[in-house]
């Protein structure tokens, strides 16, 4: 629609009611009566003694019904126009048209009709524009393409840069690495092409399975050493300072219950950690496996429990450094052809120095259900968060049940709060798997397990003992162990256990 100009002397009259009196019934029959014609022009005395000259026209097209209707709702939305109101209108739509002006637009003795009005092309047959309209519009697409070209070139090759140089100085922060298997630094970064094709370029055949950072799979070196690589998700949380954590952490830890990294590879946006390979997976897919988990007797229970008890101590006192796991759970204990046990997964774990003790972080990371309370909700953590993580582990394997979704008959309750219950009532039995209920000795002894991993999940910090007091307690059976307190309750029972927390 296309406005131009209207009537400003009209306005004292009512334009519109004056035009409709004055002119619109003669010029719309005459209009809709024209045939294929379809106009009418003539002039009339105004307001103030001034002469209007009018036109109206509608599209050959439109019958004479059609052609009044156009007009008539043209007439009628003109005190809604912006142009309402002054000296000439020309109101045009898309089948019909009215101009009206105080001078002669038109020859009032011609009898030869104005041009047709015609409906509009469609886009595609419109006239090119005049050459000097076209000579500016490319000009101003000129202006803004090139140099939103030139911006985006620019951000690209600075983030390649920047990439690099990340990349360049991870690689040699991981080669500063001297650790006592790792002869050169060479030795211990592998090319892309060669774990490509130790993993049958990361077959689905291949796939271990899939951590909260990436899929896991099985491959085969050259030298034909199965290993397992851990592939990490562009989008996933671990980034890289998490990657280089996991490497100079592991490379530097040498203890039969934490599983070996052989080597890293980063070759563009791939970040690779390879693993000696594990063949029985980790202890969740056994332990809360209704089949598989009576492979898991009680002789091979005690022993993973003891296992995980030496790794986590050495971990905190007996390795070259002070490292706090914060991320312990079933997922992340691995079994190999043995059944003992390999702490895994240290992207997540906090170096300290020799003599500190504790540390605070805004940066809530682990598992719903094995945090510690203090950890969970204020950030503070030490050796004891890592104690408390052990004991909700205890309880796990002694009850074949996760921590989160302990099943009592038709009732699904929290696994602390039951045993602390049990406990209480001199009922622990209850939270002993039923596999193992039916011996009167083992019952003991998983009672006394029970006992211990109690005193690891107390709520207050100071209650709850260290590693080393742990691994005594475990090994010896004279030993009289303290009466626990209560644990941290965790009741969301609508909280997954594997759900992992990365809270920035």
């Known amino acids: 629609m296309f406005l131009s100009v209207s009537l400003k002397h009209l306005s004292l009259l009512g334009p519109v009611q004056y035009i409709q009196n004055a002119l619109a019934r003669e010029y719309i029959l005459t209009a809709s009566q024209g045939g294929k014609k379809k106009y009418a022009s003539n002039s009339t005395q105004g307001p103030d003694f001034q002469t209007i000259y009018a036109l109206v026209q509608c599209t050959a097209d439109l019958s004479a019904e059609s052609c009044v209707n156009c007009l008539s709702v043209g007439y009628q939305s003109l005190p809604r126009c912006s142009c309402y109101g002054k000296r000439g209108v020309n109101f045009m739509m898309p089948s019909c048209n009215f101009r009206y002006e105080i001078y002669p637009f038109f020859d009032e003795l011609s009898t030869q009709a104005p041009p047709p009005l015609s409906p509009p092309p469609p886009p595609s047959s419109?006239?090119?524009?005049?050459?000097?309209?076209?000579?500016?519009?490319?000009?101003?697409?000129?202006?803004?393409?090139?140099?939103?070209?030139?911006?985006?070139?620019?951000?690209?090759?600075?983030?390649?840069?920047?990439?690099?140089?990340?990349?360049?100085?991870?690689?040699?922060?991981?080669?500063?690495?001297?650790?006592?298997?790792?002869?050169?630094?060479?030795?211990?970064?592998?090319?892309?092409?060669?774990?490509?094709?130790?993993?049958?370029?990361?077959?689905?055949?291949?796939?271990?399975?899939?951590?909260?950072?990436?899929?896991?799979?099985?491959?085969?070196?050259?030298?034909?050493?199965?290993?397992?690589?851990?592939?990490?998700?562009?989008?996933?949380?671990?980034?890289?300072?998490?990657?280089?954590?996991?490497?100079?952490?592991?490379?530097?830890?040498?203890?039969?219950?934490?599983?070996?990294?052989?080597?890293?590879?980063?070759?563009?946006?791939?970040?690779?950690?390879?693993?000696?390979?594990?063949?029985?997976?980790?202890?969740?897919?056994?332990?809360?496996?209704?089949?598989?988990?009576?492979?898991?007797?009680?002789?091979?229970?005690?022993?993973?429990?003891?296992?995980?008890?030496?790794?986590?101590?050495?971990?905190?006192?007996?390795?070259?450094?002070?490292?706090?796991?914060?991320?312990?759970?079933?997922?992340?204990?691995?079994?190999?052809?043995?059944?003992?046990?390999?702490?895994?997964?240290?992207?997540?774990?906090?170096?300290?120095?020799?003599?500190?003790?504790?540390?605070?972080?805004?940066?809530?990371?682990?598992?719903?259900?094995?945090?510690?309370?203090?950890?969970?909700?204020?950030?503070?953590?030490?050796?004891?968060?890592?104690?408390?993580?052990?004991?909700?582990?205890?309880?796990?394997?002694l009850s074949g049940q996760k921590n989160t979704c302990f099943r009592n008959g038709e009732s699904v309750e929290d696994l602390l709060s039951y045993a602390w219950t049990n406990w209480q009532e001199g009922t622990a039995a209850n939270l002993i798997d039923p596999m193992f209920r039916g011996s009167s000795g083992l019952v003991r002894d998983i009672k006394r397990y029970i006992h211990i991993a109690l005193l690891c999940v107390q709520e207050n910090i100071g209650d709850r003992p260290t590693m080393a007091a742990v691994v005594l307690m475990l090994s010896s059976l004279s030993l009289s162990l303290p009466v626990p307190s209560g644990p941290a309750y965790y009741t969301h029972n609508d909280i997954s256990p594997e759900i992992s927390l990365i809270k920035e």
């Open 126 to 397: 419109l006239p090119p524009p005049p050459s000097g309209k076209d000579d500016k519009t490319t000009r101003t697409i000129i202006i803004i393409v090139v140099p939103t070209v030139i911006v985006v070139i620019l951000i690209v090759c600075i983030s390649l840069i920047l990439m690099r140089r990340r990349r360049r100085k991870l690689v040699n922060d991981i080669q500063s690495i001297h650790g006592d298997d790792i002869t050169t630094a060479e030795s211990f970064q592998y090319d892309f092409s060669t774990i490509r094709a130790a993993t049958d370029n990361f077959s689905s055949a291949n796939k271990l399975g899939q951590g909260g950072f990436g899929p896991v799979y099985k491959g085969k070196l050259p030298n034909s050493q199965e290993v397992a690589v851990k592939r990490l998700s562009a989008d996933s949380g671990q980034g890289d300072l998490e990657f280089k954590n996991e490497v100079m952490l592991v490379a530097r830890l040498q203890h039969r219950n934490l599983v070996r990294l052989l080597g890293f590879c980063l070759d563009g946006t791939e970040r690779l950690l390879v693993y000696e390979f594990v063949p029985n997976a980790s202890l969740d897919q056994f332990l809360f496996d209704p089949v598989k988990r009576r492979q898991l007797d009680w002789e091979r229970r005690s022993k993973i429990i003891g296992g995980v008890a030496k790794g986590i101590l050495y971990l905190h006192e007996d390795s070259r450094l002070r490292i706090i796991h914060r991320d312990l759970k079933a997922s992340n204990v691995l079994l190999d052809a043995e059944m003992n046990p390999k702490i895994a997964d240290f992207g997540m774990a906090r170096l300290f120095e020799l003599d500190e003790t504790q540390g605070s972080t805004n940066r809530i990371v682990g598992t719903y259900g094995y945090m510690a309370p203090e950890y969970a909700m204020h950030g503070q953590f030490s050796v004891k968060s890592d104690v408390f993580s052990f004991g909700v582990l205890v309880l796990e394997i």
